[in-house]
């Protein structure tokens, strides 16, 4: 048989590096995502190596899409959304990683050494501001929506809006991803797809909180605005106000979850891994 043939080949065949498998869009995606997670502050700091923080996701665009807290370590936690989709938001089908265009990051340094053993007190007064650090993101991100929603299904406990420290916001998609992916058309697709799974989750749990439920209703809006602005493209006219969909009248108030008494509640946060995520590994 000749050396040539088929059996020699694989025989001889190395199997691939598991970085280089994902389609090029994914692999310019997480290229600049470990880019934007290994950037320095004015200090030397990498931005993303501070263990508690708060973090946001933005679309095509530049609305806010989500907004999230951790304590554990900020690269870890956005890693586990944008990469190994290990979090309940993504999961659920909350959120589309396919949406997230632009992240935001906001560091608190100051509690980079605050540890459970330096007392219940200290350490939960730290927790209430970061929630207020959350809270305070997460009402910026209302404000700037046109919609005046974002898809989390959890609402921040209410707690009185601070000034938030210095953040890094930079884009996570390339010109040519942009090219493909922005078209209204395969974002109206791709949202209407995010919408069946979202409801076929529901639906197959049954028992699923009011928060999800009240998710479906903002990425149905989020649809049918973005339907209406290519109507209004294709038609040649004045593209839609997006006050012409009320919210608010939808689904209620987004400003604090309706079973919340009191301000001091908890917040429903995702379990985070004790194990750290190497930010230049293989995915």
Same mark, same amino acid.
């Given at each position: 048989?000749?050396?040539?043939?088929?059996?020699?080949?694989?025989?001889?065949?190395?199997?691939? !590096?598991?970085?280089?498998?994902?389609?090029?869009?994914?692999?310019?995606?997480?290229?600049?995502?470990? *880019?934007?997670?290994?950037?320095?502050?004015?200090?030397? &700091?990498?931005?993303?190596?501070?263990?508690?923080? %708060?973090?946001?996701?933005?679309?095509?665009?530049?609305?806010?899409?989500?907004?999230? =807290?951790?304590?554990?370590?900020?690269?870890?936690?956005?890693? !586990?959304?944008?990469?190994? =989709?290990?979090?309940? @938001?993504?999961?659920?089908?909350?959120?589309? %990683?396919?949406? %997230?265009?632009?992240?935001?990051?906001?560091?608190?340094?100051?509690?980079?050494?605050?540890?459970?053993?330096?007392?219940?007190? =200290?350490? &939960? @007064?730290?927790?209430?501001?970061?929630?207020?650090?959350?809270?305070?993101?997460?009402?910026?991100?209302?404000?700037?929506?046109?919609?005046?929603?974002?898809?989390?299904?959890?609402?921040?406990? $209410?707690?009185?809006?601070?000034?938030?420290? @210095?953040?890094?916001?930079?884009?996570?998609?390339? *010109?040519?991803?942009?090219?493909?992916?922005?078209?209204?058309?395969?974002?109206?697709? &791709?949202?209407? *797809?995010?919408?069946? !799974?979202?409801?076929?989750?529901?639906?197959?749990?049954?028992? %699923?909180? *009011?928060?999800?439920?009240?998710?479906?209703?903002? =990425?149905? $809006?989020?649809?049918?605005?973005?339907?209406?602005?290519?109507?209004?493209?294709?038609?040649?006219?004045?593209?839609?106000?997006?006050?012409?969909?009320?919210?608010? @009248?939808? $689904?209620?108030?987004?400003?604090?979850? &309706?079973?919340?008494?009191?301000?001091?509640?908890?917040?429903? $946060?995702?379990?985070?891994?004790?194990?750290?995520?190497?930010?230049?590994?293989?995915?």
């Amino acid at each position: 048989m000749s050396s040539h043939g088929k059996s020699s080949l694989r025989s001889s065949a190395v199997a691939p !590096r598991k970085s280089t498998l994902p389609a090029d869009d994914v692999q310019s995606f997480r290229t600049a995502l470990r *880019e934007v997670l290994s950037e320095r502050d004015d200090h030397g &700091r990498v931005w993303s190596a501070a263990k508690w923080g %708060v973090y946001a996701f933005y679309d095509y665009d530049g609305e806010p899409i989500y907004v999230g =807290q951790t304590k554990e370590k900020l690269s870890v936690r956005v890693q !586990r959304h944008l990469t190994n =989709q290990r979090t309940d @938001a993504v999961a659920m089908r909350v959120l589309d %990683v396919f949406e %997230v265009a632009e992240i935001e990051i906001w560091p608190l340094w100051q509690y980079e050494d605050l540890k459970k053993s330096d007392g219940a007190d =200290q350490f &939960r @007064a730290a927790e209430r501001d970061l929630n207020a650090h959350e809270y305070t993101a997460y009402l910026e991100a209302i404000d700037r929506s046109r919609h005046k929603a974002i898809l989390n299904e959890k609402i921040p406990p $209410v707690s009185e809006p601070i000034a938030l420290p @210095a953040s890094l916001r930079r884009s996570l998609i390339s *010109e040519q991803t942009r090219r493909e992916r922005g078209h209204p058309d395969i974002r109206i697709a &791709r949202r209407a *797809e995010t919408i069946s !799974r979202l409801a076929a989750v529901t639906r197959e749990r049954g028992e %699923v909180s *009011e928060g999800l439920r009240r998710v479906l209703v903002v =990425q149905a $809006v989020r649809l049918a605005y973005l339907s209406a602005e290519r109507l209004a493209f294709v038609e040649g006219h004045p593209i839609p106000d997006p006050a012409a969909i009320d919210v608010t @009248a939808l $689904v209620g108030s987004v400003l604090h979850e &309706r079973s919340d008494d009191s301000p001091d509640n908890e917040p429903d $946060v995702e379990p985070e891994d004790d194990a750290e995520l190497d930010l230049f590994s293989e995915y």
